[in-house]
């Protein structure tokens, strides 16, 4: 019997007779009343309903659509037919409704994206890829959760000749990948968008899929080319990830990304640098010597473009003081100041993306290395320093004039640069500390011990040679005599970790030799601790 007819069969009774006397207590509902409300409730079609109920107030409506989804849950497979009523609370405004509506559909049937009854669902599902950003974002999450059925559809959606939006084609092709990203019609697409759409939003879809292939090499890589020189910076970023998916550049492709090495975008500069990195090709090793060789400086040609694009009268003289005076002449034109000093640091970008690149490849050339030398003492970045002193580290053909570079350097480095030039100095001679120009700087060092207002730089200094520096020190403290030199030696030898080599007898014939009762003490208590 259906449940209309249950509710009109239990209320065709004969009325009960009126009562002179109104009864002590209420009387309780009929058996099969009780048990038709209760079957009223568990009705799917009734539940379908609630699940959009207005409520009374959005506390109410709330609290019935989340009794109806319960109820639901509890029928298991029994409210298979609620599954596409579901699949629109997947798009509900409040996050708990699109929760519990998830997890109902889960209760329904564990599979339920194969279900036929989501699959009815696949036209609505493809109507809100248009939606906005977050609408259509869930819906290529319920889509690539369909799978294969919803390929026809979405290929529907991005026919050349169609109706459909730029956001709803975006999001349908990076669905279609989601479904199958080895799908010959998702290629296609990409070659069709990047040949003839000119939408930002619909290049970044082809190149973030393409980024995603398992065959990117199906798309031919010249159709990103263009790309690399667009306007727009995170485009120019996205092509560069999905050219990075590609075996190998092309020779034709290199040049574009040459540009790209001198970005002010960070993290576009650094995948540029990452990608040229895995290149081999004679062309990029041209290029990269050239640079080097330029010593991240404007060049003639750049200059003068660089005037031409500001709208400045120049002449060859005003090219000349430009690069001889360069502050001077920014100075007096500051209307073009700005604009004069970016497109300065335009090739120092340029170099220390090049330095980059070189340090993953084989080590220097003599010749090579001396322009490293030159770049590193003209620039005082610490990105060109810190890359040029790791290539530095692999010329050991040159070590005879690197290391005196770096001890050199490393007097006038900054701290965060210092533990750098000693990690390539140890590299290019475990023994460096002893080197002449070494120990000649040490010495310097110590004598500064006795110098008001060096002291705390040279301590510094010192310390930050490491353990290496014991022998040195100690050879440093036999010889000086004066007291303060002394007493900050041994101080120094003390704050030494456990692999200094500390010559104990020698530190006896020290204090022998010594007068001074503070200096002796302090020897006495090094020997004690050394012992």
């Given at each position: 019997m259906s449940l209309l007819k249950k509710i009109a069969s239990a209320f065709r009774r004969t009325p009960p007779k009126q009562q002179s006397q109104r009864p002590s207590h209420p009387q309780s509902v009929p058996n099969d009343v009780a048990d038709i409300i209760q079957e009223v409730g568990y009705d799917v079609d009734f539940l379908i309903t609630r699940l959009n109920h207005p409520g009374k107030n959005l506390q109410d409506r709330a609290e019935k659509r989340k009794d109806a989804m319960q109820r639901l849950q509890e029928l298991g497979p029994e409210a298979e037919k609620a599954i596409p009523a579901l699949i629109e609370k997947l798009f509900a405004e409040k996050a708990p409704e699109r929760k519990l509506a998830a997890e109902t559909l889960k209760a329904i049937d564990p599979n339920w994206p194969a279900n036929n009854e989501a699959l009815s669902q696949l036209p609505f599902l493809i109507k809100k890829l248009g939606k906005g950003h977050l609408t259509a974002n869930r819906a290529m999450t319920v889509l690539s959760k369909i799978g294969p059925a919803a390929e026809p559809y979405l290929e529907e959606v991005l026919q050349p000749d169609g109706a459909s939006d730029e956001l709803q084609k975006a999001k349908a092709l990076r669905a279609w990948n989601r479904v199958d990203n080895k799908s010959e019609g998702v290629v296609a697409a990409i070659r069709h968008i990047l040949q003839k759409a000119d939408a930002k939003l619909l290049l970044e879809a082809a190149v973030e899929t393409l980024a995603e292939l398992d065959r990117p090499e199906t798309v031919d890589q010249s159709l990103l080319y263009p790309l690399l020189d667009h306007d727009d910076a995170v485009l120019r970023h996205k092509t560069v990830k999905a050219m990075a998916n590609y075996p190998a550049i092309e020779e034709e492709g290199l040049p574009l990304l040459f540009k790209l090495l001198a970005a002010e975008q960070e993290e576009l500069r650094r995948d540029a640098v990452a990608l040229l990195q895995k290149q081999d090709a004679e062309v990029a090793t041209a290029f990269y010597r050239e640079i080097v060789f330029q010593h991240g400086e404007l060049q003639r040609e750049d200059i003068e473009a660089t005037f031409e694009k500001l709208g400045f009268i120049f002449s060859k003289s005003t090219v000349e003081e430009f690069r001889l005076r360069k502050a001077k002449f920014i100075d007096n034109l500051s209307w073009y100041?700005?604009?004069?000093?970016?497109?300065?640091?335009?090739?120092?970008?340029?170099?220390?993306?090049?330095?980059?690149?070189?340090?993953?490849?084989?080590?220097?050339?003599?010749?090579?290395?001396?322009?490293?030398?030159?770049?590193?003492?003209?620039?005082?970045?610490?990105?060109?320093?810190?890359?040029?002193?790791?290539?530095?580290?692999?010329?050991?053909?040159?070590?005879?004039?690197?290391?005196?570079?770096?001890?050199?350097?490393?007097?006038?480095?900054?701290?965060?640069?210092?533990?750098?030039i000693i990690e390539a100095l140890t590299e290019l001679d475990p023994d460096w500390v002893h080197q002449p120009v070494t120990v000649d700087l040490i010495s310097k060092l110590t004598q500064q011990l006795n110098t008001s207002g060096t002291v705390e730089a040279a301590e510094e200094k010192l310390l930050s040679i490491g353990d290496r520096v014991a022998p040195v020190l100690l050879a440093e403290l036999e010889q000086s005599d004066k007291r303060v030199v002394r007493q900050k030696l041994i101080e120094l030898l003390g704050q030494l970790g456990p692999a200094a080599v500390i010559d104990v007898e020698q530190l006896r014939r020290i204090k022998a030799g010594c007068t001074n009762r503070r200096t002796q003490e302090a020897l006495q208590k090094l020997i004690e601790r050394l012992e």
């Open positions: 100041g700005y604009e004069l000093q970016q497109e300065m640091e335009r090739p120092k970008r340029l170099l220390q993306s090049v330095l980059e690149i070189l340090n993953a490849k084989s080590p220097p050339d003599p010749e090579l290395a001396k322009a490293l030398m030159t770049c590193f003492e003209e620039h005082e970045g610490l990105g060109i320093r810190k890359a040029c002193v790791e290539l530095l580290a692999k010329s050991t053909q040159e070590k005879e004039e690197v290391i005196p570079l770096l001890v050199q350097q490393f007097d006038r480095a900054s701290g965060d640069l210092r533990p750098l």
